[in-house]
């Protein structure tokens, strides 16, 4: 016991911390939900295939946006393609579990139409219209809920 208070008191010099990002403004989301939007930007980003040109179309996209938000002039940090790329996955996936939770909420209350207004925020709402053809977002049309009551 004495031994671990020992080891996580002494710290190695060879072992550094990352410096962590700073939190994307307000501006910086909007702007790159503006450029995702974007109908030849989100065909880039959406393609399925992932060969060795569309991968480098896609970087070079992503590229394209971290450049576009760090020239913002309310921007507050210069950004990476990776940091845009991970952010935007972050934000569909909270947008995802919006609309999934609130599904989950209507089936409780026992139908009505999908409004996520209870759950969700505007910018969930808008990143999930974005993706309203998508099977991830939607159910599978013809598929079956092995949830639903009388299936098994």
Do not use: H
């Not at 403004?25 to 992932?50: A, H, P, Q, R």
């Amino acid at each position: 016991m004495a031994s671990q208070a020992d080891a996580s008191s002494v710290t190695s010099p060879e072992i550094k911390r990352k410096k962590r990002s700073i939190n994307f403004s307000n501006t910086e989301i909007l702007k790159l939900e503006e450029l995702v939007k974007d109908e030849k930007t989100f065909s880039i980003l959406t393609n399925k295939f992932s060969n060795t040109v569309n991968n480098k179309m896609k970087k070079d996209m992503w590229t394209k946006i971290a450049e576009v938000i760090s020239a913002q002039p309310q921007g507050i940090a210069v950004r990476t393609a990776d940091e845009c790329s991970n952010k935007w996955q972050n934000l569909k996936r909270e947008s995802k579990a919006a609309v999934t939770s609130e599904k989950l909420e209507r089936r409780k209350t026992g139908g009505g139409t999908l409004t996520l207004t209870a759950v969700a925020d505007e910018q969930k709402v808008r990143i999930a219209e974005m993706y309203k053809d998508s099977a991830s977002f939607n159910e599978i049309i013809g598929g079956l809920d092995s949830d639903e009551a009388g299936l098994f």
